[in-house]
């Protein structure tokens, strides 16, 4: 069997057709095959762009996006329109940052995850948000308040 179909996977493999706006459901899984064991996946899209929610200008950023999944992981090119269908979406650079994250904790419930936005410069100021998570009651939600309270913006 076609694992695609296996593991109801729609967009990889097939034509991209690019959103028009922000929406979360672009975004598929698949199954870890691996989850008793802790390892960090990385993404990083160094062209994202948003608009900003009052002058309607485009904000560009690199965000990156590091986890240790749990039971499912983020299939890479859901993830990509995913982060494309906020070209058109209007919201400050904070709130991009936070509901990647969470749409993302809601989509694989992952064991951790963090997700940091480098916007480029406007009017001379960069924005760096930066949002972490963990799960609760557990190692990783530790680890989230350590790397929250020892977090360098730095790029």
Not at 80 to 87: A, C, D, E, I, N
Not at 94 to 102: A, F
Request: proline share 7%; aromatic share 14%; charged share 25%.
């Amino acid at each position: 069997m076609d694992e695609r179909k296996q593991e109801g996977l729609h967009a990889l493999g097939r034509k991209t057709v690019y959103p028009t706006d922000y929406d979360p459901t672009l975004l598929e899984t698949f199954t870890n095959k691996h989850p008793g064991n802790d390892y960090w996946v990385q993404f990083n899209c160094p062209e994202f762009t948003s608009l900003c929610p009052i002058t309607g200008q485009p904000d560009f950023a690199e965000i990156r996006i590091s986890y240790i999944p749990a039971t499912r992981m983020v299939e890479s090119k859901s993830l990509k329109l995913y982060l494309f269908s906020f070209r058109n979406h209007g919201a400050f650079h904070e709130d991009c940052v936070n509901t990647i994250m969470k749409d993302l904790i809601k989509l694989m419930e992952p064991k951790y995850i963090e997700v940091t936005g480098y916007f480029t410069p406007r009017g001379g100021i960069s924005i760096y948000p930066y949002a972490n998570y963990g799960q609760p009651g557990t190692k990783y939600e530790q680890l989230a308040n350590h790397r929250f309270m020892n977090h360098s913006l730095d790029k």
